[in-house]
Nanobody, 122 residues
Framework: VQLQASGGGLVQPGGSLTLSCAVS????????IGWFRQAPGKEREGVSC????????MYEGSVKGRCTISRDNAKTTVSLQINSLKPEDTTVYYC????????????????WGQGTLVTVSS
C-alpha cells in the first residue's frame, strides 16, 4: 500500500485547510486510514482515522471538534478538513494505513505516506 499526502501549505489563523491522502497499490488490503501529526521534538500524535467503509470515525487531540475526515466512494482518497486553524497546528501531517480496524495510535499503523507541512501564520 502506498500513500501520498498533499494539501499542506500556509494558512492564516482562523482559516481552513483540506488535506488529501491518495491510496494506491493495494486498496483492498487495508481497513483503516489515519491522519497523524508530529511537531519537532514531540511524539507523533493521532488526529483522526476512518474505517474502510467509512462507518467508524475517530477524532483525537486538540483538533477534535475542528476537523472532519471523509473518504471518496472509490476508497482511494481520504480527506481531512481542519477548521479554525491555530498557530499551534503548525506541523507535518501524515496519513497512514493499517490492516485492522480504526485506532488513533500511530504505532499500530504499518504503511505511511511522506507527510505534508501545514503552517499557520499571519
Amino acid at each position: 500500500v502506498q500513500l501520498q499526502a498533499s494539501g499542506g501549505g500556509l494558512v492564516q489563523p482562523g482559516g481552513s485547510l483540506t488535506l488529501s491522502c491518495a491510496v494506491s497499490g493495494g486498496e483492498l488490503n487495508y481497513n483503516a486510514i489515519g491522519w497523524f501529526r508530529q511537531a519537532p521534538g514531540k511524539e507523533r500524535e493521532g488526529v483522526s482515522c476512518i474505517s474502510r467503509d467509512g462507518r467508524k470515525i475517530m477524532y483525537e487531540g486538540s483538533v477534535k471538534g475542528r476537523c472532519t475526515i471523509s473518504r471518496d466512494n472509490a476508497k482511494t482518497t481520504v480527506s481531512l478538513q481542519i477548521n479554525s486553524l491555530k498557530p499551534e497546528d503548525t506541523t507535518v501531517y501524515y496519513c497512514a494505513a493499517r490492516l485492522a480496524g480504526v485506532l488513533p495510535t500511530p504505532n499500530s499503523y504499518s504503511y505511511w505516506g511522506q507527510g505534508t507541512l501545514v503552517t499557520v501564520s499571519s
